[in-house]
């Protein structure tokens, strides 16, 4: 029994949870400042070789995901718990007492205490509860014989305020929790007109099946004047069972979600290779080819044979491309065209328009974390708790009405756990409603 009341005395106290908070505020500029999930050679290269098997040793970087760290967290969870248990019942106690039981000399040792005291005639007292409600705190009143006590109170609740900040934190670690053992973060590279069932973790690379197809239908991207990337978008299919779920053009910022996993347009890579989409303009009929760099072709329905036979580039992007283009017999045709523009060429009485674009594969960012509600719930609360804890107060005032030999005594007293200097106008406010009501009888404050 001993030993579980110092180990409940360690993890009820206050000291543990400021000294783990800081520890793990001082971790975290840590793992800020030191990159997370590199490979061990470039710790190697930055840090030197004992110092980057020091942090590997530590597990420095995967920090957030190491033992020790995971340790941290649930020593505070067990410490906000224990504490929240061992200081709760007390609160609740509060927030439900009997507030008309108190004893009549403790009004008196109250801060914020005033009396009034003046004749009446008949010695009847007075029904200033109804002041008090007309200044908007509605009381309750306890007769006394031919005295009277009356209760009133606002933000009784605001005392719960730092419990659910603690809920609220258990929560987050809950739904981090959840998300990392039944969730995942990956990425995928998708070529143009192709598609994949799976993607790849990070880190370990582990492959993960999505369950449906995602395809790629198109990618777009567009310069500034100076060449750098101004913004690149990709149109996504889901398909499940060969038939299409869903259709969406994503870019930077705006995702694609899918049964709770969600795609993120984050890269690109252009390749040595076209798609080249050819049009008969009589009779409108259509079909696009992905086409290798100066490789040869063919469209056998419309006896047609092609391929990019050069292209003028800058870095990894096509500028022009130079397409070879023959139809039956007929000679061939050469002819240079910008990147994604369309032509029309002429080749055995027929024309056909032709478009001709570098293949770019689109590159995502790929997550699934079904603890995020759980972690929004979690920021609600926190900020309702955090709200109700700074802002709130739980004020008490209590109207003491006693009928003496020599008139009526009125003792006026109230309280607040915290904000003390506010709940001092508050009160002050409070007895100028009082004054007001029995203004029209000589008063003596004592």
């Known amino acids: 029994m001993k030993l579980i009341n110092q180990v409940w005395a360690f993890f009820v106290s206050v000291r543990l949870a400021i000294f783990t908070l800081c520890f793990i505020a001082a971790t975290s500029v840590i793992g800020t400042i030191i990159p997370q999930g ?66 009549l000399e403790n009004i008196k040792k109250m801060r914020s205490y005033r009396q009034w005291r003046f004749p009446s005639e008949g010695g009847n ?37 730092v419990y659910i900040v603690h809920t609220s934190i258990l929560l987050i670690f809950a739904g981090a929790l959840v998300g990392h053992f039944f969730g995942f973060k990956g990425s995928v590279m998708i070529p143009e007109l192709r598609s994949t069932e799976k993607i790849f973790t990070e880190p370990g690379s582990l492959q993960v099946e999505l369950g449906f ?64 989409e050819i049009t008969k303009t009589a009779t409108s009929e259509s079909r696009q080819f992905s086409l290798p760099f100066q490789q040869q072709i063919s469209w056998e329905e419309q006896k047609l044979r092609f391929g990019i036979i050069n292209a003028e580039a800058a870095g990894q992007r096509a500028l022009r491309a130079k397409i070879w283009f023959k139809s039956d017999d007929d000679p061939a045709i050469t002819e ?14 027929k024309v056909y328009s032709v478009r001709v674009k570098q293949l770019y594969s689109t590159g995502l960012q790929v997550a699934k974390d079904p603890g995020v509600w759980i972690v929004y719930l979690g920021c609600g609360l926190l900020l309702l708790g955090l709200y109700m804890a700074f802002f709130l107060s739980h004020k008490r005032i209590w109207l003491y009405q006693q009928v003496t030999d020599s008139g009526i005594l009125v003792s006026l007293a109230g309280s607040s756990n915290k904000n003390k200097p506010a709940f001092v106008q508050i009160f002050k406010r409070i007895e100028d409603c009082i004054d007001q009501s029995i203004g029209h009888h000589k008063s003596e404050s004592t």
């Not at 004992?50 to 410490?79: C, E, H, R």
């Not at 979600?257 to 890269?267: A, D, L």
């Open 213 to 276: 197809t995602v395809r790629c239908n198109s990618f777009g991207l567009e310069f500034y004047d100076n060449g750098m990337p101004k913004e690149y978008k990709s149109s996504l299919t889901i398909l499940e069972n060969g038939k299409e779920i869903l259709n969406k053009t994503i870019k930077v910022n705006d995702p694609l979600t899918h049964r709770g996993i969600t795609f993120y347009q984050s890269s690109y890579q252009g390749h040595q290779e076209f798609l080249v």
């Open 38 to 103: 590199k490979p061990h050679d470039f710790y190697v290269d930055n840090f030197g070789a004992k110092t980057a098997m020091f942090l590997q040793i530590l597990d420095i970087p995967t920090m957030y995901s190491s033992w020790w760290f995971y340790g941290l967290l649930g020593v505070l969870s067990i410490n906000l718990i224990i504490c929240s248990l061992d200081r709760f019942p007390g609160v609740w106690h509060i927030i439900n007492a009997d507030n008309l039981a108190i004893p």
């Open 125 to 161: 007292s007075l029904h200033l509860h109804k002041s008090l409600a007309a200044c908007g705190w509605p009381c309750e009143t306890k007769p006394l014989g031919e005295n009277s006590l009356s209760f009133c109170q606002k933000g009784r609740w605001s005392r719960v305020g």
């Open 336 to 349: 240079w065209l910008n990147n994604n523009e369309n032509i029309s060429l002429k080749s055995s009485g």
